[in-house]
């Protein structure tokens, strides 16, 4: 792997199922995986399955709040609070900061979901994509019209690929 960023989205279903075909694929060649799940809960399909893949590490669930449209302001801070939290810590595991060995690849499923309902930064998703270690391959998940100023993240040059 060389460490690129994957975006992957639309609307339909099929996201989460790319980002976790990425990471099976990546497991079967020896590479070690951290997955966090933001607007999810632990009553996912693939969360049984993953349990049984060496090599593969997904973080829980710990709260469930619910359907955002339904949050009272005082849920949404706490919503807030957990998503940034999870993202800091899956970062800091991934990249190796928290004292045991990094992960080669980090799939943060629906994080830039999160990002356009408030409960992540998304300057803090970018700055931490901009400061990543070189070998670590990245792979998001959002349903497609969500926070749309990530653009300039993945627009196309050609290749497929675009620098931060």
């Known amino acids: 792997m060389t460490g690129?960023?994957?975006?992957?989205?639309?609307?339909?279903k099929g996201k989460t199922?790319?980002?976790?075909?990425?990471?099976v694929r990546?497991?079967?060649?020896?590479k070690r995986v951290?997955?966090?799940?933001?607007?999810?809960?632990?009553?996912?399909?693939?969360?049984?399955g993953l349990a049984h893949v060496p090599g593969i590490t997904?973080?829980?669930c710990d709260q469930n709040f619910g359907f955002s449209w339904?949050?009272?302001?005082?849920?949404?801070k706490a919503a807030a609070l957990y998503y940034d939290n999870l993202l800091h810590m899956a970062w800091e595991m991934s990249a190796g900061l928290d004292g045991d060995p990094g992960y080669d690849m980090l799939?943060?499923?629906?994080?830039?979901g999160a990002c356009g309902l408030g409960f992540v930064r998304e300057d803090m998703v970018i700055e931490k994509l901009r400061c990543?270690?070189?070998?670590?391959?990245?792979v998001m998940t959002r349903a497609f019209g969500w926070a749309d100023g990530m653009r300039g993240l993945y627009h196309g040059n050609g290749h497929g690929q675009a620098p931060l």
């Open 4 to 12: 690129l960023i994957h975006i992957y989205h639309g609307d339909g």
């Open 17 to 23: 199922t790319a980002a976790i075909g990425s990471a």
């Open 26 to 30: 990546a497991a079967g060649r020896g």
């Open 34 to 48: 951290l997955i966090a799940r933001f607007l999810k809960t632990d009553d996912s399909g693939e969360v049984m």
């Open 58 to 60: 997904l973080l829980p």
């Open 70 to 76: 339904e949050m009272s302001a005082v849920q949404r």
């Open 107 to 112: 799939v943060l499923d629906e994080v830039i």
């Open 132 to 138: 990543k270690p070189d070998g670590l391959e990245v």
